[in-house]
């Protein structure tokens, strides 16, 4: 099953413009991640966060965690064309060893 | 550097038929190793994972088994293909003290 859902679906926006996604989990983790996969290939990881961490930047990517409300969101700033991708969160389960459980994603599309 | 391989890319198979897919990791020993299906548009199912040579562990009932006969190889199999078989493929390692995970580059299924 579905540990996380983002939110939402689908976002289309402009370039410059910032795209925000947000996943919600249900049960209790040790780390929260978001991967990015383009059309037909396999996913990159972008940024891991800790369940005692609320927020981590890395580069364009600003990702927040709230465990009270078991949320996340991606921020990806001064968006691309080439951020044209869909973005999944995956969570790692307390007790889960290094299993993940990844969400349903987000297609983002940047349009020139 | 470490590099995931997978094989066939793409692969067109008849209902019935048996399946052999491949992944070997290169540059590390002792990988977590992973297969995950996604179907179109959806998140990634988790089927098989392996924390050592001979050591599988299933996640969901179905027609497909996983073996590792060597410590960086990771074997997916059908003795006969369903039509609900297809999808896309995905292999993925960690490295044993870590949560990241890094994909290959998927195989496309098609069962007609």
């Known amino acids: 099953s579905q540990q996380g859902e983002e939110d939402p679906q689908a976002l289309s926006i402009q370039e410059g413009e910032n795209a925000t996604m947000n996943c919600s989990y249900k049960?209790?983790?040790?780390?929260l991640q978001w991967y990015r996969q383009n059309s037909g290939r396999g996913l990159v990881h972008l940024i891991l966060?800790?369940?005692?961490?609320r927020e981590k930047h890395s580069g364009r990517l600003r990702v927040t965690l709230d465990t009270s409300k078991k949320s996340s969101s991606l921020l990806i700033t001064a968006s691309r064309a080439a951020d044209t991708a869909s973005y999944f969160c995956?969570?790692?389960?307390?007790?889960?060893?290094?299993?993940?459980?990844f969400g349903t994603g987000t297609q983002l599309k940047v349009e020139l | 550097s470490q590099t995931i391989h997978q094989w066939p890319a793409t692969l067109v198979q008849p209902v019935g038929s048996p399946l052999s897919l491949e992944c070997t990791v290169e540059?590390?020993?002792?990988?977590?190793l992973y297969w995950y299906r996604q179907a179109a548009g959806r998140g990634l199912q988790l089927l098989f994972y392996?924390?050592?040579?001979?050591?599988i562990s299933s996640e969901v009932p179905q027609n497909l088994s996983a073996s590792r006969p060597q410590d960086r190889q990771f074997i997916l199999s059908s003795k006969k293909l369903l039509l609900s078989d297809s999808g896309f493929y995905l292999c993925?390692?960690?490295?044993?003290?870590?949560?990241?995970?890094?994909f290959g580059p998927g195989t496309r299924l098609l069962v007609l």
């Open positions: 993925a390692w960690s490295p044993d003290s870590q949560e990241t995970q890094y």
């Open positions: 049960t209790s983790i040790n780390n």
């Open positions: 966060i800790r369940s005692n961490e």
């Open positions: 995956a969570t790692g389960l307390e007790g889960g060893g290094n299993k993940l459980t």
């Open positions: 540059g590390t020993s002792n990988p977590n």
């Open positions: 392996s924390v050592g040579i001979g050591q």
